[in-house]
């Protein structure tokens, strides 16, 4: 029974990000929150690299110190394409990946679902606090204006 307890936890590990929408391993009944309400990194300045930077689980954005106001304040970063202010919440957690930072040399990767005034379909972006990286402004986003 242990061995089939660990061997379904595995495939749930390997198969949840290969899927179209990940399989979230945790989920969150977290409240809507809105961007002006935290303090954004006032570093982000570049656009991703590519354009599935942020938003899948095997290219989540790593803002590191295990801070969970670091994953918002990463949001607080961005607005929509037009300047849009954002509105999020937590989703749950998804896509295990090896980290030495992480318990027992794995970690998960947030979701959080995205919202801006006229858009048709939540944006889900992907955060990791595990590990750090090099912060950039995802496809379809702009730089929160601060003025």
């Known amino acids: 029974m242990k061995y089939f307890f660990i061997a379904l936890i595995s495939i749930s590990f390997l198969t949840s990000c290969g899927a179209k929408q990940p399989v979230v391993l945790s989920s ?18 570049k656009p991703a690299p590519n354009k599935k930077y942020a938003l899948t689980g095997e290219n989540p954005v790593m803002v590191g110190e295990k801070s969970v106001q670091n994953q918002r304040r990463y949001i607080a970063s961005l607005a929509g394409p037009n300047g849009e202010e954002l ?3 937590r989703r749950g957690s998804c896509c295990p990946y090896k980290s030495e930072n992480g318990m ?22 992907y955060i990791s606090f595990y590990d750090d990286g090099p912060l950039y402004i995802p496809y379809g986003f702009t730089k929160r204006n601060l003025n």
């Open 87 to 89: 509105t999020f919440h």
């Open 104 to 125: 027992m040399g794995s970690a998960l990767v947030d979701i959080y679902e995205v919202t801006y005034e006229g858009l048709k379909e939540p944006i889900l972006l």
């Open 28 to 45: 969150s009944t977290n409240p809507t929150e809105s961007s002006s309400s935290h303090e954004p990194f006032l570093d982000i300045t």
